[in-house]
């Protein structure tokens, strides 16, 4: 572990401590140092903490307590039903279309964006001529506000005047029904998502990248590795931290998705037949059109728990990805294998 | 280089945060004007074309005080949801709320989010609008909480072009009088769908939904029965054998399985040649083309197959959270009065529901539908309109149970009414029941 801002520092140089048992009487200006030394780092993350507290934990906390209740969204609070709100979303077959969806939506997002946004780090992290404007270039969608995207991508998906149907009617291929079939609609609200996220996740990428040491990649160079076996045995391994926070945070995003599906079509909450109805389109249909705000919070926590456990097994994949990590691996020599052997020790 | 979980948490609990930020707290605060030395600024939520902007010009002029802030949704469908979720929130909603007729029900239910416009003398206007438009605007309890805009008689919107293509008469009194003129009946309308789809080889409408909500809204009971709780769908043989008819129209080719909104270019491609048009419809078929044009081909003809009936219409509402009440009622009643129903109906089309909007916009014609005078027409649709009473779910059944059900038989994934007609019961039941 190299030195981190988080961890205590060897040598405090205030308050000077004496190394034996005895307790001196501080004075005020000692134990004043003393409160600030130890309590000042809590005061300075406190806003954060504060913050999440009331935007996060206490609607969480609220909406559990709402999941609890017959609650009608305009007329408000009705009786205690205890998990029967619960009991009906998950006996309901719109929900388990909508878990399917999201599902279907997300491994369609994230794998293809993964492969796509690493090898993309992968070419900017060569040197080349311009580099902050091709940087800057791949992060442009994500400036786009996801509803101009998916009022945009709606356009060019549209089955009867979009771009796309004049193109496939140009090679004399059969329209393709996006807004009404179940697959081709994933696929477009895929690629809106892949549009927006790839450039930005292969920003986080390629600095982690950045960070790998030239000469590891210069004595493999030297051991006759060549660039495909470098970028396979060293970057890849060396990013991984970086790509596990990356899937990550794009199962949390993706199990939550929202704006294009709803904008993809729409008057409909998820298509006209519930084809791409994610399970938050699903909460929203119950919320909204159908005022039921305690099956709405339930399918809300619902949520909450599948994120936690999307959470739980990344972390179990992780865990085990670091221990085949300890093997020995037999290429790289010098400092990567320190290195690595370093981070599978700890 | 191993990430510590604390770092992992922080970050996890850092985008969890930004996701809060970014999806938490939409657009908030509307009527926060302040009256800084009587200058007041009210806000107003309007949907699809309602034609109501045509005034606000003026009122602002007449009313140097009053600044109008104006935000129009693209459908009925948003302005409801989004005025159902600021009701819930009990903050956010604007000074005036537009209100549509299929879920003014809904809203009756927690009908002290808006004010009684009885205090703010709207009794006094109380005989200028039509006697059903002003009881709709009116609570079990006797508050009114609507002030009424348009109403929606229904004539039928065709292509006068295409129908002389197809050999059928075009001119717009001969097409009435084809239909059947008064006595017009929907089996005759799907005859001469499929006189024109056999003439012409093309689909005579878009999507078979507007025909279905227009029949429904001629029976007189719809969805509910009378008492506006009861369900009124299930056993209903009237309405599965016009279900069924319609169906089997699709079966033969009379629509060209379409989206029901936004069709646009198939407009322009002449993929369609009617659309069934209660007067805010027309604002919406103008609207597929650019501002002035003329040439289009459309029309409008004095005839609605199975008799006339209202199809929606809208209503202004001032909400409780208002901090300027008092302007807001005024501003709406102003809005509300004959001269600017008037006004709305010649920029969009939405019909008067008053009686003297109505003889003001006698002598209207619409120069995009050919010149047709639509002030006669719509006065002649309307004649014996009495609207229907609705449910609470009633904009709900008609978006979610019968829309998908149409547009799964529309893109011939259903082709047998029968079973039509059992999936849009399961829906119902899965939705409502």
Redesign the interface.
């Known amino acids: 572990m190299t030195s981190s801002t988080l961890t205590k520092p060897s040598h405090p140089s205030t308050p000077p401590r004496s190394p034996k048992p005895a307790k001196p009487d501080l004075t005020f200006k000692q134990k004043l140092a003393r409160f600030d030394y130890r309590v000042s780092p809590y005061l300075y993350i406190a806003p954060f903490f504060i913050l999440f507290a009331l935007i996060g934990i206490f609607p969480i906390a609220y909406t559990l307590n709402v999941s609890l209740y017959d609650w009608h969204l305009l007329k408000g609070q009705g009786d205690f039903v205890g998990l029967n709100n619960y009991v009906e979303v998950l006996s309901d077959p719109f929900f388990w279309n909508a878990f399917r969806n999201t599902i279907s939506i997300f491994l369609l997002s994230a794998i293809p964006q993964l492969i796509i946004a690493t090898g993309l780090a992968a070419l900017l992290d060569q040197a080349l001529r311009g580099k902050t404007f091709w940087r800057m270039s791949i992060l442009l969608p994500y400036i786009v506000a996801p509803v101009a995207v998916a009022v945009i991508f709606a356009q060019i998906f549209n089955q009867y005047h979009g771009p796309v149907a004049g193109l496939l009617e140009a090679f004399g291929l059969e329209p393709i029904r996006w807004a009404f079939d179940v697959l081709p609609s994933h696929f477009a609200i895929a690629s809106m998502v892949n549009w927006r996220w790839t450039g930005y996740n292969a920003l986080i990428l390629l600095a982690a990248m950045q960070a790998i040491p030239r000469d590891v990649y210069e004595s493999a160079a030297l051991d006759g590795a060549n660039k495909i076996r470098r970028f396979w045995s060293i970057t890849v391994p060396m990013i991984r931290p970086t790509l596990i926070f990356v899937v990550i945070t794009s199962t949390i995003g993706g199990l939550q998705i929202f704006t294009e599906p709803k904008l993809f079509d729409g008057r409909t909450n998820g298509g006209s037949d519930r084809q791409f109805q994610t399970i938050v389109l699903y909460l929203y249909e119950l919320a909204f059109p159908r005022r039921d705000f305690g099956r709405a919070s339930a399918t809300a926590w619902i949520l909450f728990l599948i994120i936690i456990l999307a959470g739980l097994i990344n972390f179990a994949i992780t865990r085990a990805i670091r221990t085949a990590d300890a093997k020995p691996v037999p290429i790289a020599s010098g400092p990567a294998a320190a290195q690595r052997a370093k981070g599978a020790a700890s | 280089?191993?990430?510590?979980r604390?770092k992992?948490a922080a970050?996890?609990?850092?985008?969890?945060?930004l996701?809060?930020?970014a999806?938490?707290c939409a657009a908030s605060g509307s009527s926060n004007g302040g009256e800084d030395g009587g200058k007041v600024t009210l806000s107003i939520t309007t949907f699809g074309t309602m034609g109501v902007d045509a005034n606000y010009e003026k009122y602002m002029e007449e009313n140097p005080n009053v600044t109008i802030e104006a935000t129009n949704l693209?459908?009925g469908?948003?302005a409801?949801?989004d005025a159902?979720?600021k009701?819930?929130a009990g903050t956010g909603l604007s000074d005036i709320v537009a209100i549509e007729e299929g879920w003014l029900g809904?809203i009756a239910?927690?009908s002290d989010?808006f004010v009684d416009l009885r205090d703010y003398g709207i009794d006094d206007e109380k005989d200028s609008w039509l006697d059903w438009k002003f009881k709709q605007g009116t609570d079990a309890d006797g508050r009114v909480i609507g002030a009424g805009l348009d109403i929606g008689p229904q004539g039928l919107c065709y292509r006068g072009d295409l129908f002389e293509a197809a050999g059928l008469p075009s001119e717009r009194t001969a097409v009435a009088e084809y239909f059947g003129g008064e006595d017009a009946t929907w089996d005759r309308f799907f005859e001469v769908g499929q006189e024109y789809k056999d003439k012409s080889g093309k689909a005579f409408y878009h999507s078979p939904r507007f025909f279905w909500n227009s029949f429904v809204n001629q029976q007189e009971e719809g969805y509910y029965k009378k008492d506006g709780e009861t369900l009124n769908i299930e056993g209903n043989d009237v309405l599965k054998d016009q279900f069924v008819k319609i169906v089997d129209a699709e079966k033969a080719g009379l629509g060209a399985g379409?989206?029901?909104?936004d069709?646009g270019?198939?407009a322009k491609e002449g993929k369609y040649a009617v659309y069934m048009c209660p007067s805010w419809m027309l604002g919406i078929v103008q609207g597929y083309y650019d501002e002035g044009t003329t040439d289009s081909g459309w029309d409008f003809a004095d005839v609605l197959p199975g008799g006339s009936a209202n199809w929606g219409g809208a209503f202004l509402g001032v909400s409780e959270s208002s901090e300027h009440k008092e302007e807001a009622a005024k501003l709406a009643l102003w809005l509300a009065a004959p001269e600017q129903q008037a006004a709305s109906f010649e920029l969009a089309g939405p019909y008067p529901s008053t009686v003297e909007g109505q003889k003001l916009v006698a002598d209207t014609k619409s120069a995009f539908f050919n010149d047709a005078p639509i002030g006669e027409i719509f006065a002649a649709r309307s004649e014996g309109v009495i609207a229907q009473v609705k449910g609470p779910e009633d904009s709900?059944i008609q978006?979610?149970v019968f829309?998908?059900v149409f547009?799964?038989v529309s893109?011939g994934e259903i082709t047998d009414g029968e079973t039509a007609w059992k999936e849009a019961l399961k829906l119902l039941d899965?939705?409502v029941g």
């Open positions: 280089m191993k990430p510590s604390r992992i970050s996890v609990a850092g985008v969890a945060t996701a809060l930020i999806t938490g693209e459908g469908g948003a409801r949801d159902y979720a009701i819930a809904t239910e927690v989010s379409l989206p029901g909104w069709v270019p198939e709900n978006d979610n829309g998908p547009d799964r893109q899965q939705i």
